[in-house]
């Protein structure tokens, strides 16, 4: 590894057109540029790459070739780009070199634009050397260097480690900077990064690079991408690292994102099981599984952990105001269980009476004028829920782009719009799922539950998402329109934790508050309720018995 770089010649050639421009994105940090974005794709006008520098936004066009040089054509897709996103700068990127052609044609457009500029492979690896070693400076929080130290111990005495901690705190900065001492201490290892999907596994290369000296490089291995040179940081789908361990590709370090996905058995379980003499890494915010299978039986007992109750509570997350919406009760239900054994399933289904849209759509703009720079996720039942629910906000005066995000939508277009909605463009996204892991949107103050759910892992992801801090935000309202016993005893769980006072509160920003709507609801839940952990991860079938509403004192 020593002496190579993601730029090397033919490393670019061996990884092919499609990370290229990953490799350029790369670059792009390291020589100053801010907001960088990968457009490339259909539909990207001309253009790979977007960024910034200093007070100009710069868009490239990237051409992988296998050899020979690059042609005017290049020159004229940057050029359309430069006009579609209004840039003032353009650039022709290559691996190779440029055309005569090429050359002319910027000589042709320089008399009516800005010069385009030209970066061959020869200039690359001039930017490359003089580019600083690291892009940012890495500060960790207290806890974070707390973390790294617990987890750098237990690799060094077990080659096991298990990382829990709450979405919005960093897990992968806590992850790249173990990532790094391994390099470190063992600079010629190879690492894998492994997660469930592709998206995922896309974002985590991303992330990773600021941890990394540009020594280092990195690439992607997915059913589309499968290099030969796995030197460095490999970040990869499950499928695809097992297709490359099966051949004899043995890392050092192994990192398994969101590891609450490791079972017993399974793809990840031969995976780990064929690397059992490689150090593994298990990070996760949400270590609970349906099947009960406890995953420190691969990664042992957490190293670190430090949950969504803690973090609220020494400040590292947004404080909630959290407003549970259960009037639609069929009282006579609540009667009835006190003389009936019923199962979870049986309550729900007699309990809760069905929340019409309409009604989340009007607690939604009872909020909206409260809340400063509001940004909302709408988490719904189905994708023709989301929809629905997208074009029934539209139609009312302070939300006219609303726009749903699902998996049925082409990957670009979930791009398209998540970019959109980051950019203020659009106040509220309707969702299914396609937002509950690996998603980083820290503007989010809003979150509406308008599904239900029960699984306490999918709850609090979703919760999650509006937990990041920014600069001026300091708090985010939780609209939850519950019908599932298990997700009240989710909530009243979170506020038993949060009223605890044995924790030193590190930044004074005020507690977090979690009510009903309907303040007999919060009576009557709070004494039904007794053990709200147990409650909330029982099963459908699981029998309850109640006390009688109609004798609990101030009933």
């Given amino acids: 590894m020593t002496g190579s770089s993601f730029l090397d010649p033919p490393f670019l050639l061996e990884l092919g057109p499609n990370q290229f421009p990953r490799q350029i994105e790369r670059l792009l940090w390291h020589l100053g540029f801010t907001d960088v974005a990968n457009i490339d794709g259909s539909g990207d006008e001309g253009g790979d790459l977007l960024g910034r520098r200093g007070t100009e936004d710069w868009v490239l066009q990237c051409k992988w070739k296998k050899n020979g040089a690059v042609g005017a054509a290049a020159v004229d897709e ?9 840039a003032a700068k353009a650039a022709v990127v290559t691996n190779t070199r440029i055309s005569a052609d090429a050359i002319r044609r910027i000589d042709q457009l320089a008399l009516l634009a800005p010069r385009i500029n030209l970066w061959p492979g020869l200039t690359l690896q001039q930017a490359f050397g003089k580019a600083p070693d690291r892009f940012t400076e890495i500060r960790l929080r207290p806890y974070q260097a707390e973390a790294c130290q617990a987890l750098n111990r237990s690799l060094d005495e077990t080659g096991r480690a298990l990382l829990i901690l709450a979405t919005g705190m960093g897990k992968t900065v806590v992850s790249g900077e173990v990532i790094n001492e391994h390099l470190q201490q063992f600079p010629c290892d190879q690492i894998l990064v492994v997660a469930h999907t592709k998206d995922l596994v896309d974002q985590l290369e991303r992330a990773l690079w600021r941890h990394l000296p540009k020594s280092v490089k990195t690439r992607l291995l997915t059913g589309e991408e499968r290099p030969d040179d796995l030197s460095g940081v490999t ?74 109750e803690e973090g609220m509570r020494q400040g590292y997350l947004a404080q909630v105001d959290y407003r549970l ?13 006190s003389r009936n054994s019923y199962s979870i399933g049986d309550l729900n289904a007699r309990l809760f009476l069905p929340q019409r849209d309409e009604a989340i759509r009007d607690e939604l703009a009872s909020v909206w004028g409260s809340v400063p720079r509001p940004r909302a996720l709408v988490f719904c039942r189905t994708i023709e829920h989301a929809e629905r629910l997208a074009d029934l906000l539209r139609r009312n005066a302070p939300w006219p782009k609303v726009l749903a995000i699902h998996a049925g939508l082409p990957k670009r277009e979930r791009q398209t719009r998540l970019l959109a909605f980051r950019s203020g463009q659009v106040p509220i996204l309707t969702s299914v799922d396609v937002l509950n892991e690996g998603v980083d949107v820290p503007d989010v103050n809003i979150l509406c539950f308008a599904r239900v759910t029960h699984s306490r892992r999918i709850f609090v992801q979703q919760l999650g998402r509006g937990l990041r801090l920014r600069e001026g935000k300091e708090r985010v309202a939780v609209l939850d329109f519950v019908s599932d016993l298990r997700r009240i005893a989710a909530a009243l769980h979170l506020r038993r934790e949060l009223e605890a006072d044995d924790i030193e509160v590190i930044a004074d920003l005020g507690r977090s508050s979690i009510k009903f709507s309907d303040q007999r609801v919060d009576s009557l839940m709070n004494e039904w309720i007794k053990d709200a952990a147990s409650l909330e991860t029982a099963y459908d079938d699981a029998r309850l018995q109640f006390p009688d509403p109609f004798v609990l004192p101030g009933w």
Wanted: aromatic share 10%; with cysteine; net charge negative.
């Fill in 235 to 308: 970040c990869a789908t499950l499928a695809s690292a097992l297709y490359a361990v099966r051949r004899g590709y043995r890392p050092g370090l192994i990192v398994v994102d969101e590891c609450h996905h490791v079972g017993e058995n399974g793809q990840y379980s031969q995976l780990l099981d064929t690397l059992a003499d490689s150090r593994q890494l298990g990070v996760t915010a949400t270590p609970w599984r349906g099947d009960e299978y406890d995953i420190t039986h691969r990664f042992g007992e957490a190293s670190f952990t430090l949950g969504i």
């Fill in 78 to 86: 940057v050029a359309r780009a430069r006009d579609a996103y209004r």
């Fill in 325 to 337: 919406f259960v009037d639609n009760i069929d009282w006579d239900a609540v009667h009835d269980a």
